[in-house]
């Protein structure tokens, strides 16, 4: 069985996450080369529907990292992706997303272990939780029901198609 | 003079929409002066196989409310869709998957339990759940089968333009067809209505202040709300802010908060996250524990931002 490799994307902004990541790679310090960096100028400028869209192209799991609360370069701008975060946490929940795929922290530019220690988590966590959609158990899409189940005598036909 | 040829024919959904068609008033007679009805089933008596017989494109415009969830509805919207030149999408359904399209929280197997079983006012010993094949002494009976998920009619069918509302104002209807007979309609796929949202046209857009600071989101049932001040002002959760507008504001006018049946505006793909988006930035704090405790003074986020349009949204339904 092949192990699997989940995609996990974050978004860093631009003055700080993105910069540590920087100093990470120029400290020859090594993370988890699974991470797909995403570069925004400000970690309020991720919009819900970024994140979403995500998820529905196959990642596994969305990290956001900006600056610490009170150094934005915007003022205000890591608030505003802290309320967004807290608001889309939930919501993600009762679309079936686990709360451990999404995750909303704080590095600054120097914090390379920290940096380290958040998306060495993340990759763990997820890995743990495996990919979201689980495999379909056949190709036929007409009996097949997604999680797994087989299709019982009440559904025999009755119910149609896959998500 | 050969009148032009309109149907109407609806899938899942609550007859609303079909009610807004009569809701037209005196107007419906002048559309029946101008138009052959030629299918409507819910009005008139006609056959499918009369449909079926309907040369290819002989339809000028097609009116479908509802949203798809059984095969009979994906039938006969591919039908019609043959037949029609135009296809209208009548109402949030047809749009946007509406209201019963919340079903795709739920597997289409947890949808039939519930209904057939698990409801307390249902006695159901035997468990028995709707078939599509059922066999009656030596008789073979059938019934269209359920979808696991519900779509809107553009994810069965190419849609030429979209009527919104749950259901859609007659004027916004009456509108449409007078459109379609003069030949007068605006670039495919557009839907007919306000391109901004309804908060740039609301008559509560002047109580609204500059700020909006929200420390509790509120419900209408805890507080008696000023029938003049902006709801969000107020602590009410009202998706005006990223709905459309043109609705011709109902509830606002009705002192009810906006539930968001005219969808997303243009270039916005997912109204709920949108409305999000919206809503996060009017909360009043900075503290992660508070925030926590304010967005859990919403009790059903997602089925309150995703209400009609769950079913186009970005995700679909639960995955």
């Known amino acids: 069985m092949i192990a699997f490799e989940p995609k996990i994307i974050a978004f860093l902004c631009n003055w700080c996450s993105y910069e540590c990541a920087d100093s990470v790679g120029r400290a020859q310090k090594e993370y988890p080369s699974i991470l797909r960096i995403v570069r925004v100028m400000c970690s309020g400028r991720i919009d819900p529907q970024f994140i979403i869209e995500a998820f529905r192209r196959g990642a596994a799991g969305v990290l956001i990292l900006g600056c610490h609360p009170g150094d934005c370069h915007y003022k205000e701008g890591n608030y505003q992706a802290m309320k967004k975060y807290t608001l889309l946490k939930k919501v993600l929940l009762q679309f079936g997303i686990d709360k451990d795929r999404f995750r909303l922290d704080w590095v600054s530019a120097k914090e390379t272990d920290k940096f380290i220690k958040i998306v060495s988590e993340m ?3 997820v890995k ?3 990919p979201i959609i689980p495999p379909q158990p056949s ?3 007409s009996v097949s029901l997604p999680g797994g189940q087989q299709a019982g005598p009440f559904t025999k036909g009755g119910i149609k198609g896959g998500r | 003079m050969i009148k032009p040829k309109i ?3 609806w899938c899942s959904s609550c007859g609303g929409c079909e009610e807004s068609v009569i809701d037209l008033a005196e107007d419906v007679l002048d559309i029946a002066e101008a138009v052959d009805v030629v299918f409507w089933p819910v009005a008139m008596d006609f056959k499918y196989k009369d449909i079926e017989m309907t040369p290819d494109g002989e339809i000028t415009a097609t009116l479908i409310n509802g949203a798809i969830r059984m095969d009979n509805q994906e039938h006969m919207a591919k039908i019609l869709r043959k037949k029609s030149r135009l296809i209208i999408a009548h109402g949030s359904c047809a749009h946007l998957g509406g209201v019963v399209g919340l079903a795709n929280f739920y597997e289409g197997r947890d949808v039939l339990n519930k209904a057939y079983k698990d409801v ?3 006695e159901n010993p035997q468990g028995i759940l709707p078939m599509v094949e059922t066999k009656e002494s ?18 069965i069918i190419e849609v ?6 749950c259901p859609p104002p007659p004027e916004l209807i009456r509108i449409a067809i007078e459109a379609i007979l003069q030949n007068d309609l ?3 796929g557009s839907v007919l209505a306000e391109k901004k949202a309804l908060c740039n046209t609301c008559s509560r857009s002047d109580s609204k202040p500059d700020k909006v600071r929200i420390k509790r989101f509120k419900r209408l049932y805890e507080i008696e709300w000023d029938p003049k001040r902006c709801f969000l002002d107020q602590g009410l959760i009202c998706l005006g802010p990223a709905t459309r507008g043109g609705c011709g504001e109902r509830c606002i006018k009705a002192n009810m908060p906006c539930r968001g049946c005219f969808g997303p505006t243009d270039h916005v793909i997912d109204q709920g996250a949108k409305f999000l988006s919206a809503l996060a930035s009017l909360i009043d704090s900075r503290d992660e524990k508070e925030l926590e405790k304010i967005s859990d003074s919403i009790p059903d986020p997602a089925g309150l931002f995703y209400r009609y349009s769950l079913a186009s949204s970005i995700l679909k339904g639960r995955i």
């Open chain 1, 128 to 130: 743990q939780l495996g």
């Open chain 2, 160 to 165: 030429d333009y979209y009527i919104p509302g």
């Open chain 2, 186 to 188: 605006p670039p495919k």
């Open chain 1, 139 to 141: 190709m036929n899409p």
């Open chain 2, 120 to 122: 307390p006012t249902v």
């Open chain 2, 138 to 155: 030596d008789r073979e009976l059938s019934l269209p089968s359920l979808h696991n998920t519900v779509k809107a009619l553009d994810q």
């Open chain 2, 7 to 9: 149907a109407l024919y």
């Open chain 1, 123 to 125: 990759v763990e966590k």
